[in-house]
């Protein structure tokens, strides 16, 4: 695709379209060019920058503890500033622990690398239409860093314009009550809304301004610019994947083109196959996890902004501007994600369009295998997740803040609801019964059938996979919906409570009570720790599984025992999911009633947690604690759930990265079968009401909100 002197001017020229974040790196401690002797010192700025932010939320607190209960704006906009600065450190600390990771994810993609080693330029070197496609490429490519850098002035800006205006407000006002109002002892006015006890009226006087100054500057600058250079890599690396894949859809619209031969038209195809491969496994892994703390981060700020806003709004149109200043720059980091998220999946859905928009009818059989192949595999899209929490796209950013107005709704719905879940719960029985007709087509011993039997099975799996649902119109279908409440009451012994130590009035209520507090505390703890030890079994199986998928066309395998080798791993697989369907039969009824109880059980503790905040903090720390313990039941669930449902999508991936390519005709079709069979990837189901999913317990939190900030009538 390029010489490399052309690598390396492009290199230089998209380097410098990211020239300001470079440099704000660079004051963060973080070097996004060649490494250097100096880059040590790099990392120690880093720490003094982390230590100064962290040590900055003393004055936070302080502030926190004095005016809780009469001063809300105030207090909710130093819990804004404290939650995103915590944000920004995570992503120094992410910075920190992986820096050739993203310095070597950034190089290959200001080099266009991944281009670089397409071998179909090669292929199509000496025909008329190489030219003409490297021209397209290249337009695609430039349009993109384009718009990576509109996007980059535009968050540089909203950032810059509230860090600029609080530390420019806090040095005027100290100047101006100094050496205008010629107070030496004046309250200083620090860049964030802090307090510290002993120094606040001392004004320039050294340490008391000159310390507290430097600390909230280091909070400010981690707040504002901190993480800035994070979302920035991001962006670039994102638009750099979306880039990839219009150029591959523009490869593949060429796969039939006139002035390719026939002859180089299977290669040709291979060719796009590879470059498909490698843009598959390029981006998601690095930000997987450190996104999901922006989410929900995130979340809480909006919230608090929002909440500061509603207030100050009608007291103060200062409160109300900066609150606004606020939400622009923190929330346009949520926003950048999400957006740029939708895009990677927008052109993701375009790849099998262009497989199947080609003109392969008149084709040879293996050029229409591998677009047949193609367009089942692709059919399974990209996604940028937010660990296992979500994905990036537009409908998680819409259901974001959908969640913060959702926390200011009343009940008054609830009783007119119970006629629909009539419906869906009847519905869901429906949906459940259809979902068993596939896995019985699959379950029979297909493998050693003639071909006609085979062909059946197949159209029948293919044509069972679209359940039957009871649907309402064209609107929705009937499935169980999510919702509950409850209530509870306290125990009481009112012929023993005013007895003392006389027995037995002290000793049987005393008796019951340690039963009710064994059972509550370790009653089912076996219980939960075998469904952790056979979940990870079964987690561990499906990931061998895939192992020994990937070895199916080792080339230490015999050709002539691929196939046999193929039909062990498809037993295997069989197998798995029926242990998966056994744990699942034993475990899902008493699992819902794991979910209701914890339902009423996080909802109580979190209502009196706001109730005790500003009158114990010794309720709100023994809430705290049963808000812990009650709680890691449900999360060790989800989360185990969670690994078992990613475990068990690995398997139609491992089938599909095996060389099958050249592999014969019986190979590829029990290949094929095993892709459309494992797309049905197995779950742990909750009974009927939904999944064992990380998804699933933050819909359980939210409805706890609910509960709890809804208005009694």
């Known amino acids: 695709m390029y010489t490399s002197e052309e690598a390396a001017a492009l290199e230089e020229r998209n380097y410098h379209n990211l020239r300001e974040i470079i440099r704000i790196n660079y004051t963060i401690g973080f070097n996004s060019r060649t490494p250097t002797r100096w880059d040590f010192a790099l990392r120690l700025w880093s720490m003094v920058l982390i230590i100064g932010g962290l040590i900055s939320f003393y004055g936070h607190w302080q502030l926190f503890i004095r005016y809780v209960a009469t001063d809300m704006p105030r207090v909710t906009e130093s819990v804004t500033t404290v939650l995103q600065a915590s944000t920004s450190i995570l992503k120094i600390i992410y910075f920190l622990r992986a820096p050739r990771e993203f310095y070597s994810l950034l190089q290959r993609a200001c080099r266009h690398q991944l281009l670089l080693d397409c071998e179909l330029f090669e292929l199509i070197d000496d025909l008329p239409m190489a030219a003409k496609m490297r021209q397209q490429v290249n337009e695609i490519m430039d349009g993109f860093w384009l718009n990576t850098r509109r996007q980059l002035l535009v968050f540089l800006y909203s950032i810059c314009l509230t860090t600029i205006n609080n530390l420019f407000m806090s040095l005027g006002m100290n100047f101006y009550r100094y050496f205008i109002a010629h107070n030496e002892s004046f309250d200083m006015v620090l860049p964030l809304p802090t307090l510290y006890p002993s120094c606040m009226d001392k004004g320039f006087a050294f340490p008391c301004f000159h310390v507290p100054m430097f600390l909230e500057s280091c909070g400010l600058y981690l707040c504002g610019l901190g993480g800035i250079g994070f979302d920035v890599i991001f962006i670039a690396l994102c638009l750099h994947c979306v880039a990839l894949m219009k150029t591959l859809c523009h490869m593949i619209e060429c796969a039939t083109d006139g002035e390719l031969p026939q002859e180089r038209r299977v290669q040709y195809l291979r060719c796009c196959i590879y470059q498909y ?380 990265e095996c060389n099958w390519h050249e592999e014969s005709q019986e190979f590829r079709q029990l290949v094929r079968m095993m892709i459309m069979r494992s797309n049905r990837s197995f779950k742990l189901d909750v009974s009927w009401f939904s999944t064992m999913t990380l998804p699933t317990l933050m819909s359980v939190r939210i409805l706890d909100m609910i509960y709890v900030c809804t208005p009694v009538v």
């Open 277 to 656: 491969q490698r843009v598959a496994s390029y981006l998601n892994e690095c930000y997987k996890q450190i996104i999901l703390g922006q989410f929900l981060l995130s979340l809480l700020v909006w919230g608090l902004v929002l909440f500061t806003m509603s207030i100050g709004i009608s007291t103060s149109a200062t409160t109300t501007l900066r609150m606004m200043m606020y939400l622009a720059a923190a929330g346009y980091q949520i926003v950048i994600y999400c957006y740029n998220g939708q895009r990677f999946t927008s052109a993701s859905e375009e790849i099998p369009a262009a497989f199947y928009a080609c003109a392969w009818q008149a084709e040879n059989r293996e050029f229409r295998r591998l677009i047949y192949m193609m367009i089942m595999r692709t059919n399974r899209g990209f996604k940028l997740q937010v660990s296992w929490f979500s994905t990036m796209t537009l409908p998680t950013f819409a259901w974001s803040t959908s969640m913060l107005t959702a926390l200011r709704l009343t009940t008054y719905l609830i009783a007119a609801t119970f006629q629909v879940v009539i419906y869906c719960y009847n519905g869901q029985y429906f949906a459940s019964a259809s979902e068993e007709i596939p896995a019985a087509f699959y379950a029979c011993a297909w493998q050693e059938e003639n071909r006609e039997f085979r062909r059946l099975i197949y159209m029948m799996i293919m044509r069972t996979n679209r359940g039957f649902k009871l649907q309402v119109s064209w609107f929705t279908t009937m499935e169980l919906p999510t919702f509950l409440w409850f209530t509870a009451l306290p125990a009481l012994y009112p012929g023993c409570m005013d007895k003392g130590m006389t027995f037995p009035y002290y000793h049987i209520p005393m008796l019951l009570e340690t039963f009710a507090l064994y059972i509550c505390g370790m009653g089912a703890f076996g219980f939960d720790v075998i469904f952790i030890v056979l979940c990870l079994h079964c987690v561990g199986l499906m990931q061998s599984l895939c192992h020994m998928i990937e070895c199916a066309t080792a080339s230490e395998l015999p050709r002539e025992l691929r196939v046999q080798y193929l039909r062990c791993c498809i037993y295997q697989y069989q197998r798995v999911a029926a242990f998966a369907l056994e744990l699942n039969a034993c475990f899902r009824q008493i699992i819902l009633i794991q979910f209701l109880l914890s339902l009423l059980v996080w909802g109580l503790v979190l209502f009196q947690m706001s109730v005790g905040i500003a009158s114990s903090f010794l309720t709100t720390l023994r809430m705290f604690m049963y808000l812990a313990a009650g709680g890691y039941q449900i999360v060790i669930y989800c989360y185990n759930g969670q690994l078992f449902a990613s475990a068990a999508e690995q398997i139609p991936k491992a089938f599909y």
